[in-house]
């Protein structure tokens, strides 16, 4: 069990092409330097100091330098301004278990105190209490466990709620669906419960089917979602959200007929010797259907996707939700939502750069409204891994499926739209999450961002992320720590599709290497860790559980013993790490005077039990 407490407020070719583009663009006479402003640099510079960026192998490290010599860390330096003007009596005071700071230098204490929504101090309890007052909460853990409130490292929290109000089709432990008849009375059962939402939204939705899980391992097809209904819209999606199967009613108000062509970046399956489509849809084929059945949904509808979503990502100790791609007006429902007073927690959200540019810049901000800011900007340069749509630099090792010889999945966007995103971002200040699952979409974005910083040297300040990398190679993650390039993890992979991999999409030695924390860290870099939600449920113990773990839910086998991590690290790639990936470390991620006083308490210590217990904190 997890509770969230929140004092403040709420308590080949290609290849050719990609050199032929990074020579253009790096050709160009370097830009003046970019970056977004910050509060600790813009104190620096008030009080007198010049503010520089001192790259190391474990990150990047702001420091304020005097004219007298004096060289501060810039953070700590404004940290220090915000505790200064903080009271000196504490609204909370937590004590009576253990305290996790995710500070290197002050890692255990036994005592924390708040006011005003910040940390007031942490230390022993004999120092904490000296900041009691009259009316001072004394609040006993218990014996539980406080941590900061987790960072969410990336995850899809509007349409979490997808998730949390749809037929739930996951296979155990988070559902009980294992075949395609019990996928097919799952969704009979959901729609009679729940029938008067099939009405008004006219669709049966369900989220979370897997081939990988399912007894028949494939898609369930139009017919049997026929069997479900002929008359009204069944859609179901997988769960890693790049793919979905659509009954015959669902395809004619898709729109989605055997004269239809495959979009780009997309795929209609067809049925054997036949152009008629047999309901299954891969990657933006998949989108453009979800985007007119979801239709009816109206804006009522995402906003109460967008409030379950909270919910749901709070439920788990999560104080900061990622919305990781949004379009322009699911990011106005979600700003809709929070003038409300529907969010509880605080919202990053990274629109779509494909969409719409313009709206990024004019809306990106490092100050929330509300709890919800729009923190930049995402890029998909490819698909799923599980799913055979990852774009990979070799044939998948024994896909399952009608796939060609050789076959190595496909890209998401052209090389030309990569480079000019890239590098658009870069020019504007616009810090870019990018989802590359397949080595050569890494391989594609290693030499955008090389042609970006070539143009725009500080463009490493935005602190762009590498969103999931499961089939990175080592010689790439040498890559992007020369390039500054953030990796976030998904070692949840390793728990839900391990043996998957392992015997389907990468073999049993590549397979060994998905999410290679262990190369990160091997390097001195840091990493995150993120669960996609609602790929997987936003459970933040899952997350810890298989970061450190890394144990194959089915067969128990472990999925690259080099790259399990110890628990604090794993908490550190949820908090301040993943703080610092989203530039919130000055105000996040861990438990020191003058930071927001975001935490989560835990049932039990993660680094005192053994780690096969950590699921189940």
């Not at 839910?553 to 790259?563: A, F, L, N, T």
Request: net charge neutral.
């Amino acid at each position: 069990m997890i509770r969230m407490a929140r004092p403040r407020v709420f308590v080949g070719a290609l290849l050719a092409v990609i050199t032929a583009l990074s020579a253009w663009a790096s050709g160009s006479a370097a830009a003046a330097a970019v970056g977004l402003p910050n509060p600790a640099a813009v104190f620096c510079v008030e009080k007198g100091g010049s503010y520089h960026i001192e790259n190391r192998a474990d990150g990047a490290r702001s420091v304020c330098r005097f004219p007298d010599g004096r060289v501060v860390d810039a953070w700590g330096f404004y940290r220090q301004s915000l505790t200064g003007s903080m009271p000196t009596t504490a609204d909370r005071i937590w004590t009576g278990g253990t305290i996790l700071t995710m500070d290197d230098g002050n890692m255990r204490v036994e005592a924390i105190a708040e006011a005003g929504g910040r940390i007031l101090v942490v230390g022993t309890r004999e120092e904490v209490m000296k900041t009691r007052g009259p009316k001072t909460q004394l609040i006993d853990l218990q014996g539980r466990t406080l941590v900061p409130g987790f960072v969410d490292a990336h995850g899809h929290m509007a349409m979490g709620g997808l998730q949390a109000l749809s037929a739930n089709l996951l296979a155990p432990p988070d559902g009980e669906v294992t075949d395609i008849a019990g996928l097919q009375e799952t969704l009979r059962v959901w729609a009679r419960d729940n029938a008067a939402s099939v009405a008004e939204s006219n669709l049966i939705i369900g989220f979370g089917y897997d081939p990988a899980t399912l007894k028949e391992q494939r898609h369930p097809t139009r017919d049997e979602l026929d069997a479900v209904s002929t008359d009204v819209p069944v859609a179901i999606v997988h769960q890693s959200g790049h793919l979905s199967a659509l009954n015959s009613k669902a395809l004619e108000v898709a729109g989605m007929t055997a004269a239809s062509k495959d979009p780009p970046g997309g795929v209609i399956r067809r049925r054997p010797g036949s152009q008629e489509p047999d309901g299954v849809l891969e990657e933006n084929a998949s989108t453009a259907a979800l985007m007119k059945l979801l239709g009816n949904l109206g804006p009522e509808g995402l906003k109460t996707f967008a409030r379950e979503g909270a919910k749901l990502w709070a439920s788990f100790g999560y104080t900061t939700a990622e919305e990781g791609r949004a379009s322009p007006g699911v990011t106005k429902v979600l700003q809709q939502v929070a003038a409300e007073g529907g969010i509880p927690i605080d919202v990053m959200v990274y629109p779509d750069m494909l969409m719409d540019r313009e709206f990024i810049k004019a809306n990106q901000s490092k100050t929330y409204v509300n709890r919800i800011r729009v923190a930049g900007a995402k890029l998909s340069l490819d698909g799923s891994p599980q799913g055979f749509t990852a774009w990979r630099d070799r044939p998948y090792y024994k896909p399952v499926g009608n796939y060609p010889p050789g076959y190595s999945g496909y890209p998401a966007v052209t090389a030309e739209q990569a480079f000019d995103s890239i590098l658009w971002a870069s020019e504007n200040g616009v810090q870019v999450l990018t989802h590359a699952n397949g080595e050569r979409a890494s391989d594609l974005l290693i030499v955008a961002q090389q042609a970006a910083q070539a143009r725009f040297p500080d463009a490493r300040q935005l602190r762009p992320v590498l969103i999931h990398g499961q089939f990175m190679r080592e010689d790439q993650v040498e890559s992007i720590m020369r390039l500054g390039i953030i990796p976030s993890f998904f070692p949840m992979h390793t728990f839900y599709w391990g043996d998957w991999h392992l015997d389907h999409t990468a073999g049993p030695v590549d397979g060994m290497n998905i999410s290679p924390t262990g190369w990160a860290m091997k390097r001195g870099m840091i990493f995150t860790s993120h669960h996609d939600a609602p790929v997987a449920f936003p459970n933040s113990m899952r997350v810890l559980d298989a970061t450190v773990t890394r144990r194959a839910r089915g067969s128990g086998r472990i999925v690259g013993p080099e790259h399990r991590v110890d628990p604090i690290i794993g908490l550190k790639a949820m908090t301040i790490w993943s703080a610092y990936a989203h530039h919130e470390e000055a105000t996040k991620g861990s438990l020191e005077p003058g930071k927001l006083a975001d935490f989560a308490i835990l049932s039990a210590d993660p680094t005192a039990i053994a780690p096969s217990g950590i699921a189940d904190i």
